[in-house]
């Protein structure tokens, strides 16, 4: 079973839509996760930290489950600079980063 | 804002030969980090590195790959004896000794093996 899975997607979706996505992981001892963003061959960035009481930045809505271990993500009102791939990322330790394979989101005019 | 900076951004080289990629962390970080991604492919952690030393490697961080601090800024990985498979996007990561788990990430290097 792979660590992280995400649904690959692509989602399309017009300017203003809502869009949200899942992922899953399978190690019950991870301790921190994230939404990571990845725009085509650049490096990931940190979009946002998930914590157990869910969060949210502006547009972006984040919950966690750890009971059914998944994490997800919500984009309201996109725009088109949203369009992109999203990590779900999860540390288990100190020392690496599990990564999913991405969710690719387009927002079309 | 701080940044994580890598060096070269693109290298072409012959399989067989070895080369060295280049890291500078962000300046008060002390936690280090390569990872690869493949085309197509996701996101791979390679090695971390933190007091000198190596913390944790992967399957894929096998005798040919090598990290090194050799000073107070930089942090390399050397590819000895590079492999087709080699060819990929390597990204240098690193993040603070806090609570914080965040790790930022270099614009990477695209290494391309012929």
């Known amino acids: 079973r792979k660590e992280v899975e995400q649904d690959p997607g692509p989602f399309n979706v017009p300017e203003g839509a809502t869009v949200a996505f899942n992922c899953t992981y399978s190690?019950?001892?991870?301790?921190?996760f994230f939404w990571y963003r990845q725009d085509c061959r650049k490096e990931p960035k940190l979009l946002m930290s998930v914590y157990s009481s869910g969060n949210e930045d502006g547009r972006f809505t984040a919950q966690l489950n750890r009971a059914s271990q998944y994490i997800s993500l919500l984009i309201r009102d996109s725009k088109l600079s949203d369009s992109a791939t999203y990590l779900c990322v999860v540390n288990t330790d100190d020392y690496k980063l599990s990564f999913g394979a991405g969710t690719t989101v387009t927002v079309r005019a | 804002e701080p940044e994580v900076t890598q060096t070269p951004s693109h290298q072409v080289t012959q399989m067989g030969q070895e080369v060295i990629l280049r890291c500078v962390p962000i300046?008060?970080?002390?936690?280090f980090y390569w990872y690869r991604q493949i085309l197509g492919q996701k996101v791979e952690f390679l090695v971390s590195f933190y007091n000198n030393e190596i913390s944790e490697k992967s399957e894929i961080f096998d005798d040919q790959f090598s990290v090194e601090r050799p000073d107070g800024s930089n942090f390399t990985l050397k590819i000895r004896s590079t492999k087709l498979e080699d060819s990929a996007m390597y990204f240098c990561?690193?993040?603070?000794?806090?609570?914080?788990?965040?790790?930022?990430f270099g614009p990477g290097t695209r290494l391309l093996v012929l």
């Open positions: 990561a690193s993040r603070t000794d806090t609570s914080q788990e965040t790790q930022y």
């Open positions: 190690n019950s001892a991870s301790q921190s």
């Open positions: 300046s008060n970080h002390l936690y």
